[in-house]
């Protein structure tokens, strides 16, 4: 084998220094755009549980004639608490799941502002307010 041939079958630490430089900068551009992408889909999934929630709720107060208290919570949709004689649930398919970011969600009856009920997700940050991420989601 020739110098010649020898010295075409690799790459050069330049060649390669020149690919890792483009793939950083698709990195720089695609990875933002995707990881935004996945905060919405948490916020969206949020809001759909919320809804369901809600219609479960309406369903129970049907049921029973009025919603659980804030002591039973999201709870009583799924199993039966000691004084609601006329439960007929459950009403939702699985226990009460945890938001996208591993905390309980908030019910509160009555709720704040004259409401009936209230369901809060605070977000990724688990504390009220904030924006993005972190903003809170509420049934109303």
Do not use: C, H
Request: net charge neutral; glycine share 10%; charged share 20%.
């Amino acid at each position: 084998m020739s110098k010649s041939q020898y010295r075409q079958q690799g790459f050069t630490l330049l060649e390669l220094l020149v690919v890792l430089l483009i793939i950083g900068l698709l990195a720089g551009f695609v990875g933002p755009k995707y990881f935004g992408q996945i905060g919405r889909s948490e916020q969206q999934l949020v809001k759909a549980q919320i809804d369901a929630f809600d219609k479960a709720l309406d369903q129970y107060r049907v049921d029973t004639g009025n919603y659980p208290t804030t002591a039973e919570g999201l709870a009583a949709l799924f199993a039966k608490p000691a004084d609601a004689a006329k439960w007929r649930g459950p009403y939702l398919k699985k226990a009460v799941p945890v938001d996208p970011w591993g905390k309980a969600y908030v019910y509160n009856s009555p709720g704040s502002n004259d409401r009936e009920f209230e369901i809060i997700s605070y977000g990724k940050d688990g504390v009220a307010g904030g924006t993005d991420d972190n903003a809170d989601v509420t049934s109303y």
